[in-house]
């Protein structure tokens, strides 16, 4: 997975987290994952197809998503409560959709799906094409990490432009 | 939450009545919360394009907040169905993918902005201020110019 297809969402992430948790967001581990996902709490997964293909993943461990939920409801929230979860399928909508934009404005054109909470224990085994890459963005309410698998659906034009001249 | 100036309805010293549609029950508190620090209130709230349509004919909002990735009936498909019923809709797209496409299409459907989530209130407030024009009176605080 290229790098110019990550960024989108690592300057997503921070813009999103830092303005919505009314904190500063680093990143700390960055990893491939090639073999299946597996949840870690309250996780919600966005669905992308067109020119690039894929899923991001967004996952928090259960106390870190009560936190969070909590902050943005501004009142301590019950972990029973279904705000916890539709928190996380929002923040992953932000962070996919400002991603998206980036990477629309750089030529790609697809299509966002609504976020669907992530409630099996695994996820598909990745593939060579959609080996996911594994990104913890650490807050001062907790870490957030996005698991994404993303593969090209159409040639880039650079590649069209040296398979053209016959590298 | 930061306060503002209250957004009053000119023809009545109202607050201005908003139509919040979003499937997301987290975004449409998160406007709810917005929008009510701009002295407005809540006429009707939906879930997705299709509820939106009903919403409005029964609320009769002074302004519509849509978001555009809904299950069902989109939000830009709802926004041209609403302005071919009301013309004088005033409907305002807040929506996390905010590219060049979307923008236009929405406009050319008959939305009248557009806001990108993550929302700043101060950017909500003036684009509403916009979009009601003359409709809408910036409340003068208790006290002021005295």
């Known amino acids: 997975m290229k790098m110019e297809l990550i960024q989108p969402f690592i300057n997503a992430a921070d813009a999103v987290l830092a303005q919505g948790l009314q904190t500063p967001m680093s990143i700390g581990n960055l990893s491939m994952e090639q073999e299946a996902y597996r949840r870690k709490g309250v996780a919600a997964v966005v669905a992308i197809t067109g020119d690039i293909e894929g899923r991001i993943v967004f996952d928090l461990d259960p106390e870190t998503a009560l936190r969070v939920a909590s902050f943005f409801a501004g009142a301590e929230l019950p972990a029973s409560d279904d705000l916890v979860k539709e928190t996380v399928c929002e923040l992953a909508n932000q962070v996919t959709g400002n991603a998206v934009t980036t990477l629309n404005d750089q030529g790609f054109h697809f299509r966002v799906h609504p976020p669907a909470l992530h409630t099996s224990e695994h996820g598909p085994t990745n593939t060579e094409d959609t080996e996911a890459l594994v990104i913890c963005c650490e807050t001062a309410r907790g870490n957030v990490f996005m698991n994404i698998a993303l593969r090209y659906n159409v040639r880039l034009p650079g590649d069209l432009a040296a398979a053209a001249a016959g590298e | ?146």
């Open chain 2, 1 to 146: 939450m930061e306060q503002f100036a209250s957004l009053k309805r000119s023809k009545d010293g109202q607050p201005v009545r908003y139509l919040v549609v979003d499937d997301s029950v987290f975004a449409r508190k998160n406007l709810a919360r917005i929008v009510e620090t701009f002295g407005g209130q809540v006429a009707g709230e939906a879930g997705d394009g299709m509820t939106a349509i009903t919403e409005y004919d029964r609320t009769n909002p002074d302004i519509v907040l849509m978001d555009i990735t809904m299950p069902q009936m989109e939000g830009i498909e709802a926004a041209e169905k609403i302005v071919a019923q009301h013309p004088e809709a005033r409907i305002v797209m807040v929506s996390s993918v905010g590219y060049q496409e979307n923008i236009v299409a929405a406009l050319q459907r008959g939305a009248r902005h557009f806001v990108q989530k993550p929302v700043k209130p101060e950017v909500l407030y003036e684009v509403i201020k916009y979009v009601l024009g003359e409709d809408v009176a910036v409340a003068q605080a208790a006290g002021a110019g005295a």
